[in-house]
């Protein structure tokens, strides 16, 4: 059909037929011009899909649209407070009915903890979601995605009917095909406007000759015939007919004829002229834009973007989707029991032991008296062996979780001691923490979650000629191995007990965080920017494009909002330099101050209503340039020392006014070569770094004083 726009692209399609299956997304208007601009150009681009419902997008799948590719969308959910979740768009293909119905559901069933959803929606999408005030609404946002409709994957099947058979076309080739077709449109409706054009002139000149040399006055003698006086007029225009760029034909003559006798009184030779010289003009002008089709198409598309863009801008946002593991967002359904001597444990065994909270999706982790030890699921009631020593839940990959062991080797066997970590084996498989020896025995075991190396007292059997009959078994001195290790040998004689002498510190040292920037995400798998080795207590600096900040810790369930610029490892000495725009004031302002712990967000700059951040900047001597404009546009940039401008201060201070001028312009730029005033701690410390009075130093004591003094 002669449509000169990707509509196919613009609004998707999806459509089934005998063995073929169709799904074209939608993409964005302003977006399909610009890639056709770019083809057109002889330049690449990329379209990836834009959904009216807006929402997030992961598209690194997404394949050109052709099949076997697939992309996730999400809703978009904010933290209003850490007790209320908001759901402002929705993934592609669900309505708020269904999307809240797949989030009761999942509260049914344990997978996540809600107290109530209110549905606001009206104009705009507001989905409330409250939760009771255990619950940490980053991990219910993980949830969200993991067990209900706010994430779902979308598989692109781009089949089309192209040259009248089915082809599978990625959306590029589509693209470019609708391009190619609409400059053949373009050139086709050119054509026929020139073919009008010509035709116009031809008659116009006709018409101005047939009145101007009165050829019309043929109509006037007495003639037997019609015929007689068409051929008369005929005659009348041998001394033009060269000027003509086609024949005369009859059909012309007779037209001319049908003019009434008023018009031919009233035709004025001046307008005439005009008439010709316009389409003269236009004919030039199409023909112009036929030698020069692709420039002409090229405008054509930009017309359409100047004419219908506004409004139009992308509405989903293309992001790069972290993988949620369900187990570690899952809400902690179901309690697990265990009867040790028996050897069952489950959910069921209400009347036994208790262990801890789990999730029905959980892997449990069991070790027996033997040294025998499985992973098994959650189950209502399941039987592993008799001597249960220690059961939890099994965090796979868990490099941090450090299995300290005293074992005995065979019935009579030294006695083995090992420290190790279980980090992933297969579901229902029998392992064992010894040697493997029969009658080998476990005779203590501990497991630390972060690593923790305890200091035991171990009172061995009296046996003659053993003098000393306790010792100490110090599991830091030990080295951490793989856990199918035998271990080290701790003794050879039998043991009557073991007593804990001293809880131990981690040996594991801090964590060590990165930063994944595609998907704005805390991780320890040397994913993206280093953030540095975090211990307990310290926290994680986030500041925002918006003129907030804040700290939190470093758990990887924490969700990085509001457009950060600067996450990093908080440190309460460092200095910043900030500037941005007073609203109030209408002027701006320039800070240097340290940021403070704070788990709610604070700005930095002032707050009345037009106020705006500009940048931040942490060097030590920084410089800031300033350019004009207005009535001060003609005013060379000035340059800011800004360790010497102002001083450092709190984070809520005002700071210091740059200029009263108008402004086009602040940015920082290179920080300037100084070096750093002794600090405090540095006051009584000579150039050579000793406090005391040294006639080599070349300096006496009072003047170290005056210098520090200066």
């Not at 999806?14 to 964005?28: C, D, Q, R, Y």
């Not at 807006?54 to 997404?62: H, I, N, Q, S, V």
């Not at 989030?103 to 009771?132: C, F, M, R």
Request: aromatic share 10%; charged share 30%; net charge negative.
């Amino acid at each position: 059909m002669p449509v000169k726009f990707p509509l196919l692209l613009a609004q998707g399609v999806e459509g089934i037929a005998v063995g073929l299956a169709s799904k074209i997304l939608p993409h964005n208007f302003i977006e399909l011009i610009d890639a056709a601009i770019a083809y057109l150009k002889d330049q690449d681009f990329d379209l990836y899909p834009d959904f009216p419902t807006g929402g997030l997008a992961d598209c690194t799948r997404y394949n050109d649209g052709i099949r076997g590719g697939a992309i996730k969308v999400r809703a978009k959910i904010q933290k209003v407070d850490k007790k209320t979740l908001s759901i402002t768009e929705l993934p592609f293909g669900k309505t708020t009915s269904t999307l809240i119905d797949s989030i009761v559901k999942a509260s049914e069933k344990g997978k996540i903890k809600i107290k109530k959803i209110d549905d606001n929606t009206s104009q705009n999408v507001e989905i409330l979601i409250h939760l009771p005030a255990d619950i940490s609404p980053d991990v219910t946002i993980d949830a969200l995605y993991a067990f209900t409709d706010c994430e779902t994957s979308i598989s692109p099947n781009s089949c089309v009917i192209y040259q009248d058979k089915p082809r599978f076309m990625g959306v590029k080739d589509l693209l470019r095909a609708s391009v190619d077709h609409t400059k053949f449109l373009l050139t086709w409706e050119l054509k026929n406007r020139l073919d009008e054009l010509e035709e116009d002139w031809h008659f116009s000149s006709l018409e101005k000759i047939f009145f101007e040399q009165k050829i019309y006055r043929e109509l006037e003698k007495d003639t037997e015939t019609w015929e007689q006086v068409i051929d008369a007029i005929d005659k009348g225009f041998n001394l033009y007919k060269k000027l003509f760029k086609r024949e005369i034909t009859r059909e012309d003559l007779q037209k001319l004829t049908e003019k009434p006798v008023r018009k031919i009184s009233k035709f004025d030779i001046k307008k005439a002229d005009e008439h010709i010289r316009a389409v003269v003009e236009e004919i030039e002008e199409v023909k112009n834009h036929l030698n020069n089709i692709v420039p002409y198409t090229i405008n054509y598309y930009q017309q359409i973007k100047k004419k219908h863009g506004k409004g139009k801008e992308r509405k989903t946002e293309l992001r790069s989707f972290d993988t949620i593991e369900a187990t570690k967002v899952v809400v902690a359904n179901e309690k697990l029991y265990v009867n040790r001597e028996e050897g069952f444990f489950g959910t069921g065994l209400k009347k036994d032991e208790f262990v801890c909270d789990c999730s029905d999706i959980d892997d449990i982790i069991v070790f027996l008296k033997s040294g025998k030890y499985y992973i098994s699921k959650v189950q209502d009631k399941a039987f592993v062996g008799k001597d249960i020593i220690h059961i939890a839940v099994f965090k796979k990959n868990d490099q941090r979780t450090i299995y300290n062991v005293v074992y005995r080797d065979g019935r009579n066997g030294s006695i083995m001691m090992k420290r190790c970590a279980i980090t992933g084996i297969t579901r229902d498989k029998e392992y064992d923490i010894s040697k493997g020896t029969e009658g080998s025995q476990v005779l203590y075991m501990s497991a630390n979650p972060n690593g923790e190396a305890e200091i035991l007292k171990v009172f061995l059997k009296p046996k003659p000629r053993l003098r000393n009959l306790i010792i100490e078994l110090d599991f830091s001195q030990l080295s951490i191995k793989g856990r199918s290790s035998m271990g080290n040998i701790f003794t050879r004689y039998a043991i009557h007990k073991i007593q804990i002498k001293e809880k131990g510190v981690s040996t594991l040292g801090g964590h060590q965080i990165w930063l994944d920037e595609d998907v704005l995400r805390l991780n320890s798998d040397s994913r993206g920017k280093y953030l540095g080795e975090f211990h307990d207590g310290e926290r994680i600096l986030v500041v925002n494009g918006d003129g907030t900040y804040c700290t939190t810790g470093f758990d990887f369930s924490v969700r990085f909002e509001n457009s950060p610029i600067i996450i990093e490892k908080f440190d309460a000495e460092k200095v910043f330099s900030a500037v941005y725009y007073d609203g109030e004031q209408d002027f701006y302002y320039l800070k240097r101050f340290v940021f403070e712990l704070s788990d709610k967000p604070q700005s930095f700059i002032a707050e009345e209503e037009g106020s705006k951040f500009l940048a931040i900047n942490d060097d030590d001597f920084p410089c800031l340039e300033i350019t004009f404009k207005g009535k001060h546009a003609k005013k060379d940039p000035e340059q800011i020392d800004v360790y010497e401008f102002i001083g450092v201060k709190g984070y809520k201070a005002k700071g210091k006014r740059l200029t009263t001028n108008e402004v086009k312009a602040v940015t920082f730029i290179e920080p300037l070569q100084k070096e750093l005033p002794p600090s405090e701690d540095d006051e009584d410390l000579d150039s050579n770094g000793d406090d005391n009075d040294n006639p080599l130093d070349g300096e006496t004591d009072t003047g170290t004083q005056m210098t520090l003094g200066i």
